[in-house]
T-cell receptor, first 114, second 113 residues
Framework: NAGVTQTPKFQVLKTGQSMTLQCAQD?????MYWYRQDPGMGLRLIYYSASEGTTDKGEVPNGYNVSRLNKREFSLRLESAAPSQTSVYFC?????????????FGSGTRLTVV | KNQVEQSPQSLIILEGKNCTLQ??????????LRWYKQDTGRGPVSLTIMTFSENTKSNGRYTATLDADTKQSSLHITASQLSDSASYICVVRGGGTASKLTFGTGTRLQVTL
């Protein structure tokens, strides 16, 4: 029972490079989320997908795109990385569209943009 | 603006001692309040979830309280262990869509010998 799996765990990018962060869950959850965590700040929502086939912007969506590939997988893409996107990124999933139950988080991707 | 404030920012206690972490929020409307434990280099893990009608909820040595009238919550850790060293994050879900979670910045707890 892996829960939420994120890849890669670490990544260093040069400014302007692109990359995709991968996330997969095996709990049959409907909803999936991408957050970023920065020092001294609470987790902030980038994008979410309430169900397969839908995606919506969160609090800080600029510079990111997402794809809900299927019920299991939700990817986050940085088209042209900027130093301000240096952060730890967490994928999460929840069992209902309303998130009434606890979220299950992945172990994170630590991204550095130089 | 919805906000969740936690105190203290950091805390050092001796193994075996108890401690209490505080959370004040201004999120409205309110749906539920969650406490998460985040070990260094890991994702947050849920400890408790409380709705408006719940005053207390326990998970082993962790006991969370909620006063929805004053918009305050606390997390009490009993008989601390070295493995309790982590950040503890208070999260409040407002009414409406699943996107409405407001995260606190966390309390960094260090348990020492």
């Amino acid at each position: 029972n892996a829960g939420v799996t994120q890849t890669p765990k670490f990544q260093v990018l040069k400014t302007g490079q692109s990359m995709t962060l991968q996330c997969a869950q095996d709990m049959n959850h409907n909803s999936m989320y991408w957050y970023r965590q920065d020092p001294g700040m609470g987790l902030r929502l980038i994008y979410y997908s309430a169900s397969e086939g839908t995606t919506d912007k969160g609090e800080v969506p600029n510079g990111y795109n997402v794809s809900r590939l299927n019920k299991r997988e939700f990817s986050l893409r940085l088209e042209s990385a900027a130093p301000s996107q240096t952060s730890v990124y967490f994928c999460a999933s929840s069992g209902t569209g309303q998130g009434e139950y606890g979220y299950t988080f992945g172990s994170g991707t630590r991204l550095t943009v130089v | 603006k919805n906000q969740v404030e936690q105190s203290p920012q950091s805390l050092i206690i001796l193994e075996g001692k108890n401690c209490t972490l505080q959370c004040n929020y201004t999120v409205s409307p309110f749906s539920n309040l969650r406490w998460y434990k985040q070990d260094t280099g890991r994702g947050p893990v849920s400890l408790t979830i409380m709705t408006f009608s719940e005053n207390t909820k326990s998970n082993g040595r962790y006991t969370a309280t909620l006063d929805a009238d004053t918009k305050q919550s606390s997390l009490h850790i009993t008989a601390s262990q070295l493995s309790d060293s982590a950040s503890y994050i208070c999260v409040v879900r407002g009414g409406g869509t699943a996107s409405k979670l407001t995260f606190g910045t966390g309390t960094r707890l260090q348990v020492t010998l």
